[in-house]
C-alpha cells in the first residue's frame, strides 16, 4: 500500500530523520514537535497569526510539555524513589514480604537467612537515609559519610539518630583541662556491622540487666514479624483478630472487632525473645 505525503509532511519528517540518532524514538519525536512550535509556523501564516491560533499553539505547546514531564521526568524520579516507596508500604502492609528481609534464593551465610549481615544490618537497608530524594520519617541513622567534623547526625526521628554513636567530641574547659564525649555514650549501641556500628567497650551487657551487649540490635525491641497487636477492647495481644495496618501514624484506623493494628512502632512485650 502507497502512502503519499503532502510536501509539509514530507519536510517535517526529514526534519526528524535529521535528530540524533542516539536519541529514542519517543525523545527524537518529542523534540521534532517543540522546536516546531517554538518556529510558532509563522511561514504558514505569512507572519499574521490570530489570536486563536496563538492560543492554540500554546494549547499544543502545553500537551508537548505534559508529554516530556511523563516521558523523561516521571522516569528518573520513579527510579530514584524505588528504594523508598517499598519501605513506606512495608510496615503498613498486614501481609508483610518475608523477601523484604529474607534472601529468597535459598540459604546464605547470614544469620536467619537475612539479606543483611545481621539483624541491624538488615534494619539499616532501609532505615538509613541514602539520597537527598529519600522521604519519610523512618530513617534513624546518618550516613558517616554525611558526618565529618562539625557536621552533626540529621534525623530527628522519636527514636533520635544512631549517628551520634560515630560523633566524638573533645574541648578544653576554661581552666584549659581536656575534656571529651565519645560517640559510644551517646546513646545505647546497636551492632550493625555492615555500617559500622559495634557493640559497647564500656557496658558488656545492658546497664542493670544481663542482656549481652554484643546482641543488642534493632530486632532485640521491636518485633520485625509485628506479632504484638492492638485489639478494640484495648488489649496487646501476640494473638487475635488479623493485624490490618500500622498503628503507629497519626492517621492509622483504629482496630475493631474484626481486625487489629500493629503496636507503636512494632514493640515487643514482657517476655519477648527476638
Not at 512495608?90 to 546464605?108: A, I, L, M, R, V
Amino acid at each position: 500500500m502507497l502512502v503519499s505525503y503532502s510536501t509539509e509532511e514530507s519536510a517535517g519528517l526529514a526534519e526528524m530523520a535529521a535528530l540524533p540518532k542516539d536519541e529514542s524514538p519517543a525523545i527524537r519525536l518529542l523534540a521534532f514537535q517543540i522546536n516546531n512550535q517554538s518556529q510558532g509556523r509563522h511561514e504558514s501564516y505569512g507572519g499574521n497569526i490570530s489570536s486563536d491560533t496563538m492560543r492554540m499553539q500554546e494549547d499544543t505547546l502545553a500537551l508537548l510539555i505534559c508529554r516530556v514531564v511523563m516521558v523523561i521526568v516521571l522516569p528518573v524520579l520513579a527510579m530514584n524513589l524505588s528504594d523508598v516507596a517499598p519501605v513506606l508500604a512495608f510496615h503498613n502492609d498486614p501481609t508483610f514480604s518475608c523477601y523484604g528481609c529474607h534472601n529468597e534464593k535459598g540459604s546464605s551465610d547470614h544469620i536467619y537467612n537475612l539479606i543483611g549481615t545481621d539483624q541491624s544490618s538488615t534494619c539499616l537497608r532501609c532505615h538509613q537515609r541514602k539520597g537527598t530524594l529519600d522521604i519519610g520519617d523512618h530513617f534513624v541513622s546518618t550516613d558517616e559519610t554525611k558526618l565529618s567534623n562539625g557536621q552533626p547526625p540529621t534525623e530527628l526521628t522519636p527514636g533520635g539518630d544512631f549517628g551520634w554513636l560515630k560523633k566524638d567530641y573533645r574541648w578544653k574547659d576554661r581552666e584549659g583541662q581536656a575534656e571529651y564525649s565519645i560517640g559510644e555514650e551517646h546513646g545505647h549501641n546497636i551492632v550493625a556491622v555492615e555500617y559500622n556500628y559495634g557493640m559497647s567497650s564500656e557496658h558488656p551487657t545492658a546497664p542493670g540487666g544481663t542482656y549481652p551487649s554484643s546482641a543488642l540490635s534493632c530486632s532485640s525491641c521491636h518485633d520485625p514479624h509485628g506479632t504484638y497487636r492492638r485489639n478494640a477492647d484495648g488489649s496487646i495481644t501476640t494473638e487475635g483478630p488479623p493485624i490490618k495496618a500500622s498503628g503507629s501514624y497519626n492517621d492509622s484506623p483504629e482496630p475493631d472487632a474484626e481486625s487489629s493494628v500493629s503496636v507503636y512502632r512494632m514493640l515487643a512485650g514482657i517476655g519477648y525473645q527476638p
